[in-house]
């Protein structure tokens, strides 16, 4: 049995500009995307036996997923699940051809088995859905003998999830020693600038900061966010201007939790930006000192202003 553990870090947007809607629906974005040093922790195996619950057998390939967390589901729709039925159905078609040519036959595993620690929370803006994604398939690809490369993960993955290309391109770089022969990792790295509808990941130099992540314990569709953005008619440059976040409008008007949050750590914290990463609802708190940002963080034990429900992380992020 192959077996290997893997962090699956999140990401915050330092800015995000929707710039247009594509017939086919899908937004156009332009955003600057780092990590997070707050990750889940999964655990990929191929031919286990015994197997507990299977959600799916593509192409024979019984997949196991479960986790410790309960609000999250354990089906098809988990993108973990989604990430490694994607890689299988790549490297092993039906018709029974080599994917890729030139490629060496890839052993056919009997099984998959995911076990998902959860850490980051779901529908919040910070990826970690994706990140759950993009590990399974950086896992499963190293197990068998790393048969794509980067460049051709993030393209797969971006058929799995908008947010999968950069989250595949950052774990890279994030586990680069768990993923020796991977082709490309050397072109990993922890920020980048993503274009179209994700899928133009262009790495860029991190920016050093200190985060307070703070949750207003609910969480929020994108679609809905972005239909919401569509009715309010809402599109922007795409200049990007760092610490700017466009649909914060939107997900404010769908969560007001989120704006109350928002607006109270601008008033109580010294942070030198605040506000939404990604669609919602989490909101980061941007430091360049750690001695203030850990004051602060500090400060939230017991913080008279703080909302019932309400969760905090302290994050580090873009550190080379």
Known sequence: MGHMKINAYGKINLSLDVTGRRENGYHEIRSVMQDIDLCDTLEVATDKENLGKICCIPVGIAIEF?????????????????????????????????????RPTIPKPSSVSVFLEK???????????????????????????????????MELGMTVGSDLPFSIMMNACRNRERLEGLQGLEEAGTAAIVQG????????????????LMNPGTQVSTARVYQH????NVRSSGEGQLYTNVMEASTF???????????RMREKLRADHVLMSGSGP???????????????????DGGAWLGRGWKKWFVESGRR
Do not use: W
């Open 66 to 102: 479960c986790t410790d967390e309960h609000t999250i589901p354990e089906d098809e729709s988990n993108l973990a699940v989604k990430g490694a039925k994607a890689l299988i159905q790549r490297l092993f078609p039906e018709d029974g051809t080599v994917a890729g040519e030139g």
């Open 282 to 300: 989490s909101i980061a708190a941007y430091y360049a000192h750690r001695e203030t940002a850990s004051e602060d963080f500090s400060s939230l």
């Open 229 to 232: 953005l569509d009715e309010m």
């Open 119 to 153: 850490k980051l929370p779901s529908a919040a803006g910070l990826a970690g859905g994706s990140g759950d994604g993009a590990a399974v398939m950086l896992a499963l690809n190293h197990l068998l003998g790393s048969p794509l490369s980067l460049r051709e993960l």
């Open 253 to 263: 008007s769908i969560c007001p939790e989120a704006k109350e949050l928002r607006d």
């Open 197 to 212: 509808i994700g899928d133009v990941v262009i790495p860029c130099d991190p920016i050093h900061t200190y985060v307070i």
